[in-house]
């Protein structure tokens, strides 16, 4: 178990069996953690650049490993910066295996604020998990109903292919984020609030589901919205059709930029 305290240096500490994390922790000065086995993370928090060391502390769910943030209470992993020497840069968080949370009421929000790469599964079963800082999301990534993963801040790449379900909710408030896969289940809420949402391939907002803008630019492939689509304010942008065969509901200013049909 560890239930608070730090580790420091240049190696790695990993954990092959059952571990239930708890607490406020620490990793810094080039330390891993690495997870092979079953993570529980059910309070505190994860400070990857924790003191005035040179280099920062990152986190490796491994394949076939599981990472669960269990419960209200696992709050966020991020990294302090002690200045232009030690800004906390180079913190990570990697996902191989399948990064989960669960267990915890709808408003519930776990943040990750460092750097987050994927290979494996990202699955949001309820509360929000908010990832406002850049990310790189392979594999695959799954919503479930009355459930929110939010995209904010930086650059967020989805490549994986997404299972939005029906009363989940996609939300994206700034930033860039780009969908690149084709195939994506969008079967909920797609909200986007500000920033830039890039599609670099087709994308389908299933009949059960529905697309809200206010505020943001849409740009790039072709959207079909097949539930309801809600504009309040929005700016869209490339060659592509944006196709409603839903009901519609409009207000503010609407712009059509650059061949928007």
């Given at each position: 178990?560890?239930?608070?305290?730090?580790?420091?240096?240049?190696?790695?500490?990993?954990?092959?069996?059952?571990?239930?994390?708890?607490?406020?922790?620490?990793?810094?000065?080039?330390?891993?953690?690495?997870?092979?086995?079953?993570?529980?993370?059910?309070?505190?928090?994860?400070?990857?650049?924790?003191?005035?060391?040179?280099?920062?502390?990152?986190?490796?769910?491994?394949?076939?490993?599981?990472?669960?943030?269990?419960?209200?209470?696992?709050?966020?992993?991020?990294?302090?910066?002690?200045?232009?020497?030690?800004?906390?840069?180079?913190?990570?968080?990697?996902?191989?295996?399948?990064?989960?949370?669960?267990?915890?009421?709808?408003?519930?929000?776990?943040?990750?604020?460092?750097?987050?790469?994927?290979?494996?599964?990202?699955?949001?079963?309820?509360?929000?998990?908010?990832?406002?800082?850049?990310?790189?999301?392979?594999?695959?990534?799954?919503?479930?109903?009355?459930?929110?993963?939010?995209?904010?801040?930086?650059?967020?790449?989805?490549?994986?292919?997404?299972?939005?379900?029906?009363?989940?909710?996609?939300?994206?408030?700034?930033?860039?984020?780009?969908?690149?896969?084709?195939?994506?289940?969008?079967?909920?809420?797609?909200?986007?609030?500000?920033?830039?949402?890039?599609?670099?391939?087709?994308?389908?907002?299933?009949?059960?589901?529905?697309?809200?803008?206010?505020?943001?630019?849409?740009?790039?492939?072709?959207?079909?919205?097949?539930?309801?689509?809600?504009?309040?304010r929005r700016r869209q942008e490339g060659a592509a059709g944006n196709h409603h065969t839903g009901g519609t509901a409009g207000t503010g200013r609407r712009r059509r930029q650059c061949g928007q049909s």
């Amino acid at each position: 178990a560890l239930s608070g305290g730090d580790q420091s240096g240049a190696a790695v500490t990993t954990l092959k069996g059952a571990t239930a994390v708890t607490g406020n922790r620490g990793l810094d000065g080039g330390r891993s953690l690495v997870n092979e086995g079953t993570l529980t993370w059910s309070t505190g928090s994860f400070n990857l650049n924790n003191s005035n060391l040179a280099g920062s502390g990152s986190l490796l769910n491994a394949a076939g490993a599981t990472f669960l943030l269990q419960g209200n209470s696992p709050s966020s992993i991020f990294a302090s910066s002690f200045g232009s020497t030690d800004t906390g840069a180079g913190a990570a968080f990697t996902n191989a295996g399948t990064l989960r949370k669960a267990g915890s009421n709808t408003t519930d929000t776990t943040t990750i604020s460092v750097p987050f790469t994927q290979t494996g599964a990202l699955d949001v079963q309820t509360g929000i998990l908010s990832l406002n800082g850049s990310s790189n999301l392979g594999g695959t990534v799954g919503i479930a109903g009355g459930a929110e993963l939010q995209l904010s801040g930086g650059s967020h790449a989805v490549g994986g292919v997404g299972a939005l379900a029906a009363g989940g909710e996609l939300q994206l408030s700034s930033g860039t984020v780009s969908l690149g896969a084709t195939g994506n289940g969008l079967g909920g809420i797609v909200r986007l609030q500000g920033g830039t949402l890039d599609l670099g391939a087709a994308q389908t907002v299933l009949a059960g589901g529905s697309y809200v803008q206010a505020g943001g630019s849409l740009r790039g492939a072709a959207q079909t919205v097949a539930g309801s689509p809600n504009q309040q304010r929005r700016r869209q942008e490339g060659a592509a059709g944006n196709h409603h065969t839903g009901g519609t509901a409009g207000t503010g200013r609407r712009r059509r930029q650059c061949g928007q049909s």
